[in-house]
């Protein structure tokens, strides 16, 4: 096991398994959108492609720079193309505009050019996002300042009023299958509200009409600042966990926050039976188990935000987690790594996109790698991909992670293939 | 609006030619860039990523960095790594907030080599302008400019021939494959492929050949160079098609004895394309016209074939620029989306061959024949899995005129 040291600032290796949901693919979600790039042509290649491949293409389009515009700026090209977009396309309601890296160095106050635009064509809403991984580690990185954007699109006069709690942070939806939807409409008829959920603008602006948001990962913490102080709504942290009293205390919070006390939180966790859906999951728990038979794991931080939180659930459980190949230690997952230095110090850290991991290592094979960037790094012969938490919240997600260990080992994987089907960052 | 593209990706940019056209040589390719560039070569651009040991890298630019002009925080990485990773060369190659910001490549590279004891060389490379095919020139040709002897070592055999130009962003295995089995079949031997062979000593293999063949816009640039400074001949085109084929040899033959560079035409071969029509059975066809949208090197090849079989015209129009090889072959450079779908729906062809992607775009007619073209540095891996050879009879096997 390492300590902090071993989280070294290296070139950075790209390996064939990086990806998830990039910024792109992540605005798309807001129904009746349209993106439109402003940037350096190179820049927008894997946007282009991977809207080809995730089937979002017709909602996305590019206009280039060129280096004199470095110089002269580029606010007339942008009205310009806006206009030629918008006259041809009626279908519009949202349109973000989107700079590259090369922006923050030259400056554009794209909200004054989104206004412009918005004045120019009454009933499309705009909005400048930047897609700019150059300030990756400051405090408001791309994904975080995007994702405020999108919410912001739904009109202020919208008040949290009704009877829902939204889902921030989840990009592939939660499945109805989830113990949380129950539990939500036993509350008294709450419902989940989810982007991911929605085909229509008007629709998705129900979400500034929730009482409340689950904020299911860090980065959508902004965004939840931002809606309670636009619409009214109230905010609970409750991050995605594999760990059955992380989950627990999850729920107890969320009680206490529609209840407004203690005893109202008891009242309303007493009218859930709450028990079998732990039991159910404690016996999926087991079934995994005696399936992979002490099989080695791995977990990768491309499967799940806080893989130190995951190993640790696992290792708890009983599994033999052997590796966890994770680029750095995100805060919420501090103390889960702290925890695991002191109780398991054999467990090893790879970091992916070290410039020692461009060389692929040798050794045995026969393990489940959790996350397809894991997976390809240690070459493992059986793969549960999962991939950026998607889908899963509370008990549910332990029972699916649990049912995808067991398919991952009933066939060696072809996981070359899927990597292509899953598609990079976009 | 010409700078409007809602319908096709970019094409590949000019840092990922570079890093294509050295990615078997051993070097240690450091993409500077924050992410995304690197992401665009690694994810899109490379088709040999997958089970890998290159080292190609991001240097993993950050903002207040670029704005300090803090260089040594990229130098130190780079040292670091070379120490452990142990590469033949480092390129540093440019993405466009380094061009913003006046990064010096050279100066930067120069520093590196002098504390690495190692060839580093610097790509001003941008994203901005240019395409794929501008970053081998560069590549190959500072590999040239920095490997290669002051003087030739051919023989005058006639008989060896250097393939210059040809990355996977153009070919797939299998059409170069069928390129050198070709060569081979008519007695020609290979001293190089700089951009899809594997070592730096390929780079020069120009330094052993009697011949350069140039099999896209790249390699007739280089070829160009390498003409004006070794005065080395070269044979612009590729063996497409049966008689495509044909007239390449024949070109390539009078290459050899007269020492006078090329490009590929009937004309050059010195063959009437009326005979060739006559004796392929095509004189009653009156084909008709087509387009081939490809680089212009390789359309001109596939041009050869289709004036063959009977087509009275096939326009030439290349998407990646305009340059010395696109006048020579008098081909169309469309410079924006509108002018490349208005290419793939010209009215007056019903033969279009191009990527894809493109064809998809057309507006499809009766009687149109649509021949794919997969490109990688166009559709990327998306339509990887409808590539074919079309070098040589693979041609013929496909195109049933």
Redesign the interface.
């Known amino acids: 096991m390492c300590v902090d040291h071993c989280f070294e600032?290296?070139?950075?290796?790209?390996s064939?398994g990086?990806?998830g949901w990039g910024i792109i693919r992540i605005a798309a979600l807001v129904p009746q959108s349209h993106l439109m790039f402003i940037?350096?042509?190179?820049?927008?290649?894997?946007g282009?492609?991977g809207a080809?491949?995730h089937g979002y293409?017709d909602r996305t389009?590019?206009?280039?720079?060129?280096?004199s515009d470095?110089v002269t700026g580029y606010d007339e090209?942008i009205m310009?193309?806006a206009k030629?977009?918008l006259d041809g396309d009626e279908g519009i309601r949202v349109l973000f505009l989107f700079v590259?890296?090369?922006d923050?160095?030259?400056g554009t106050d794209m909200d004054a050019v989104a206004k412009r635009v918005e004045r120019q064509h009454p009933g499309v809403i705009v909005r400048a996002c930047h897609?700019?991984?150059?300030?990756?580690?400051?405090a408001k990185p791309p994904l975080v300042t995007c994702y405020q954007k999108m919410f912001s699109a739904i009109p202020a006069e919208n008040r949290a009023a009704e009877k829902a709690v939204n889902l921030l942070g989840s990009f592939a939806p939660v499945d109805r299958e989830c113990e949380l939807f129950g539990f939500l409409d036993s509350c008294g008829g709450y419902q989940v509200r989810q982007l991911a959920d929605y085909e229509s603008f008007d629709a998705f602006c129900g979400m500034g009409r929730s009482l409340y948001n689950l904020v299911l990962m860090p980065g959508a913490n902004f965004t939840a600042q931002f809606m309670d102080d636009t619409y009214g709504t109230r905010s609970l942290v409750s991050l995605i966990s594999y760990d059955m009293e992380e989950i627990a205390e999850g729920y107890h919070k969320l009680a206490l926050l529609l209840a407004g006390d203690e005893a109202g939180a008891k009242r309303l966790a007493a009218q859930f039976d709450f028990e079998t859906v732990r039991q159910e999951t404690i016996r999926s728990i087991r079934k995994a188990q005696e399936t992979l038979g002490g099989m080695p794991v791995v977990v990768s931080d491309s499967a799940v935000l806080r893989p130190f939180s995951l190993a640790r659930a696992l290792l708890s459980y009983g599994f033999w987690v052997e590796e966890v190949i994770a680029q750095e230690v995100v805060g919420a997952d501090r103390p889960a790594y702290e925890a695991l230095c002191k109780e398991y110090p054999q467990l090893r850290i790879t970091q992916p996109q070290h410039?020692?991991s461009?060389?692929?290592q040798k050794g045995d094979t026969r393990m489940v790698g959790i996350g397809f960037e894991g997976a390809y790094l240690r070459q493992c012969d059986y793969v549960a991909d999962l991939s950026g938490d998607e889908g899963m919240y509370g008990y549910y997600g332990v029972r699916r992670l649990m049912r995808m260990l067991e398919r991952a080992v009933e066939q060696k994987a072809d996981l070359?293939y899927m990597?292509?089907e899953y598609g990079?960052?976009v | 609006m010409r700078r409007l593209y809602r319908y096709l990706p970019p094409f590949a940019g000019d840092y990922s030619g570079v890093c294509s056209a050295l990615y078997e040589l051993g070097g240690m390719l450091c993409i500077h860039d924050a992410a995304g560039c690197t992401g665009n070569y690694v994810g899109f651009d490379e088709p040999r990523s997958y089970h890998s040991d290159k080292l190609i890298y991001c240097t993993g630019l950050r903002r207040t960095d670029a704005i300090l002009g803090n260089e040594e925080v990229y130098i130190d990485k780079i040292l670091r790594a070379a120490a452990e990773m142990k590469p033949r060369f480092i390129a540093l190659v440019g993405s466009p907030v380094p061009y913003v910001i006046g990064f010096d490549f050279n100066g930067v590279a120069k520093e590196i080599e002098r504390r690495a004891d190692l060839p580093v060389f610097g790509f001003a490379t941008n994203g901005m302008q240019g395409c794929y095919k501008d970053g081998v020139v560069m590549a190959v040709g500072r590999l040239i400019e920095h490997y290669a002897p002051d003087v030739l070592q051919a023989g005058g055999r006639k008989k060896r021939v250097n393939v210059l130009g040809a990355t996977r962003l153009d070919f797939d295995m299998e059409n170069l494959n069928a390129f050198l089995a070709l060569l081979r079949e008519n007695g020609y031997q290979v001293t190089g492929i700089p951009g899809m062979g594997n070592s730096v000593e390929e780079v020069c293999g120009f330094a052993q050949a009697d011949i350069n063949l140039a099999v896209t816009q790249a390699g007739l640039l280089l070829a160009m160079e390498l003409e004006k400074k070794y005065g080395l001949p070269y044979l612009a085109g590729l063996p497409v098609g049966t008689f495509g084929s044909r007239c390449y040899f024949d070109c390539l033959r009078r290459v050899a004895e007269t020492k006078e560079s090329c490009l590929l035409s009937w004309e050059a071969a010195g063959r009437n394309v009326k005979t060739q029509q006559r004796q392929g059975g095509c004189k009653e066809r009156g084909a008709g016209r087509a387009v081939v949208l490809e680089d212009a090197v390789i359309a001109a090849s596939i041009r050869a074939e289709l004036l063959a079989e009977g087509y009275e015209e096939v326009a030439l129009a290349s998407p990646f620029g305009e340059d010395q090889g696109t006048k020579l072959f008098a081909a169309e450079c469309p410079r924006s989306e509108k002018e490349i779908l208005e290419t793939v729906n010209r009215a007056d062809c019903h033969f279009i061959a191009a990527d894809p992607l493109l064809l998809s775009h057309r507006r499809r007619k009766e009687g149109d024949i649509l021949l794919e073209l997969p490109k990688y540095a166009v559709s990327s891996k998306l339509m990887h899995h409808r590539r074919w050879v079309y070098i040589g009879d693979g041609w013929n096997e496909k195109v049933k005129m």
């Open positions: 600032k290296t070139l950075y290796y790209t064939p990086h990806g940037c350096p042509s190179a820049c927008f290649r894997h282009a492609l080809i491949q293409k389009s590019y206009l280039y720079i060129m280096p470095v090209i310009e193309g030629e977009l590259a890296c090369v923050d160095f030259i897609m700019n991984p150059v300030a990756a580690e400051t410039h020692r461009a060389i692929l070359k990597i292509e990079a960052v």
